[in-house]
């Protein structure tokens, strides 16, 4: 087992990165040599998360818009080169459940879309994954993608969300029924969830005073009332890592994540 780290470097923005090289490093969790990868695109959103359970491989990326056939290309190169199993991604900017990404490698696709050129969400899978018994479940306000699925003999719930800004631990708790419609011990939660599981860890600047609040955000609620790991934060119990920067409040945040059944 792995976890792949993103090193970042950041423009002031959050939609693009400029001239930047990244580097991207498998960090080994049980003895799996260090690995590197190096690129460097001008064209392509912030850097996706990913981490690699077994044999199981999934990335979750905001891309802030997919309706540029140049980007669409890009997008679907660096995934490939990735090879994930499974691919949440947020902020498609979809308004047609009929748009869609076509690419060789892709054996399934399933998207919520949004009225406006804003939200949207889809999950991936990749046509080597073994999966039957699927159900999609798609919001009609593009906040996220769920599918229940059974991956080789074994049931797997996917959820894939695109949080709104403000923290609303309605629209966590409007989740719940999803995740109760199949019994299942394994559950993958991912995607921008648009608030910090912890704001002293998790957030720069640190907002020392607002420790005690943390129980009452999305990702806590979730964790909680399924019993699911961070997985980030389980391999880094003290790190510190940011998925996204904030130029009007100069901060970097960890909005970005996977909760997987413990």
Not at 45 to 56: A, H, N, Y
Not at 68 to 81: D, F, G, M, T, W
Not at 125 to 131: D, E, F, I, M, S
Request: with cysteine; proline share 8%; aromatic share 10%.
């Amino acid at each position: 087992m792995y976890m792949g780290l993103w090193s970042r470097c950041w423009d002031g923005s959050r939609p693009h990165l400029t001239n930047c090289s990244r580097r991207l490093s498998l960090e080994p969790a049980i003895g799996i040599p260090m690995t590197h990868e190096t690129m460097s695109e001008s064209t392509l959103p912030i850097e996706p998360q990913i981490f690699t359970r077994k044999s199981l491989k999934l990335v979750s990326w905001n891309v802030e818009g997919l309706n540029s056939p140049i980007k669409r290309k890009k997008v679907l190169q660096y995934l490939k080169k990735l090879d994930p199993d499974i691919i949440f991604l947020q902020e498609t900017h979809w308004t047609s459940p009929n748009q869609s990404l076509r690419a060789p490698w892709i054996g399934f696709q399933t998207s919520s879309v949004h009225t406006q050129k804003s939200r949207g969400t889809t999950i991936l899978l990749h046509k080597r994954l073994p999966y039957s018994d699927l159900l999609e479940i798609n919001d009609p306000e593009g906040r996220y993608t769920f599918l229940a699925l059974t991956v080789g003999q074994e049931p797997l719930q996917l959820l894939n969300i695109y949080a709104p800004n403000s923290p609303n631990l309605t629209f966590f708790k409007s989740l719940l029924p999803l995740l109760h419609l199949h019994d299942s011990s394994h559950r993958i939660v991912g995607g921008d969830f648009n608030e910090v599981p912890d704001p002293i860890l998790d957030r720069a600047p640190s907002r020392t005073m607002a420790r005690g609040r943390a129980q009452h955000t999305g990702p806590t609620f979730l964790r909680s009332h399924f019993d699911l790991d961070d997985v980030w934060r389980s391999h880094h119990p003290t790190g510190r890592d940011f998925t996204f920067y904030s130029d009007p409040h100069k901060s970097f945040s960890r909005l970005d994540l996977f909760l997987v059944s413990s």
